[in-house]
């Protein structure tokens, strides 16, 4: 049986160790220096800059970064005034939240393990959680979303980025070698069911990441089951170099949910 966790663990830490991918390459001390005088901004998706208004006032409030990694959102944060856990499951792009800190004196707690466990943490611990675009990783997202309510505190938020399902009807692999774009898949889509056992051990044993498409159902409804109220809403898209597809759709999204007080009431 393949121990998914631990493959895409590997992986990641190959990946930033590597430096190439965007979610890898640590900000720089101006960008910390910037952020310490007012002047920030993150991403949970490609490109899209996350609206101020989503997170309100940062001063001393604990903020976990969730599978967050990589000397990027947790040191931003935390220079802006938050008191910063940065919780991911590559112990490589944790150190690159350490070193950052370490470099531009800030504090951030970092902690190895599974966005879909977070025992770790009592509940009612963190007023608000970045979760970048990460959950296609996991082969089950309900969970996440669960243990992110657990979590908060009331009135807490939640800021994710996620996928839209959509893009894995395509085979990205194909269309990156010259194929045509063209549906291909059936949704929901796995590599270990959609992709050929031959193939699958290659790209495996080449430390690539295992991927799961995960419904609107999932994304959008696991967030409002776990009793989180869905406040806020975008699409993103990245560059048409980085996927013919691009042209046609915006292939990620973001939301801010928001767990209602002890009274039921949304504070907005």
Not at 11 to 27: F, I, K, R
Not at 144 to 157: D, F, I, M, T
Not at 162 to 183: A, Q, R, S, T
Not at 206 to 227: N, P, R, V, Y
Request: aromatic share 8%; hydrophobic share 40%.
């Amino acid at each position: 049986m393949i121990d998914i966790n631990r493959h895409n663990q590997r992986s990641w830490d190959q990946q930033s160790a590597a430096g190439a991918s965007p979610w890898v390459q640590p900000v720089t001390s101006a960008a910390i220096d910037a952020a310490r005088n007012g002047e920030w901004q993150i991403i949970l998706t490609p490109k899209k800059v996350v609206p101020k208004s989503w997170f309100g006032d940062l001063g001393d409030k604990e903020l976990l970064c969730l599978a967050s990694g990589g000397g990027q959102q947790a040191p931003i944060l935390a220079a802006a005034g938050a008191l910063v856990t940065s919780f991911d499951q590559s112990s490589e792009q944790l150190r690159k939240d350490a070193e950052v800190a370490a470099r531009n004196d800030l504090s951030i707690r970092c902690l190895q393990g599974d966005m879909a466990d977070l025992s770790v943490f009592e509940d009612a611990s963190f007023d608000l959680i970045v979760h970048p675009v990460s959950n296609l990783f996991a082969p089950d997202i309900k969970p996440v979303w669960q243990e992110c309510a657990r979590v908060l505190r009331p009135s807490g938020r939640l800021m994710s980025g996620f996928m839209n399902p959509d893009f894995f009807l395509f085979d990205h692999w194909d269309i990156d070698e010259g194929g045509p774009l063209e549906v291909k898949f059936r949704l929901p889509y796995t590599d270990l069911t959609h992709v050929d056992p031959t193939t699958l051990d290659k790209r495996m044993a080449e430390q690539h990441a295992l991927e799961f498409s995960h419904s609107f159902d999932d994304q959008i409804g696991g967030q409002l089951t776990a009793g989180l109220v869905v406040a806020g809403f975008y699409e993103d898209c990245w560059n048409d170099e980085d996927t013919p597809l691009n042209s046609y759709m915006c292939t990620s999204m973001a939301t801010l949910a928001i767990k209602p007080d002890v009274a039921g009431t949304l504070v907005l």
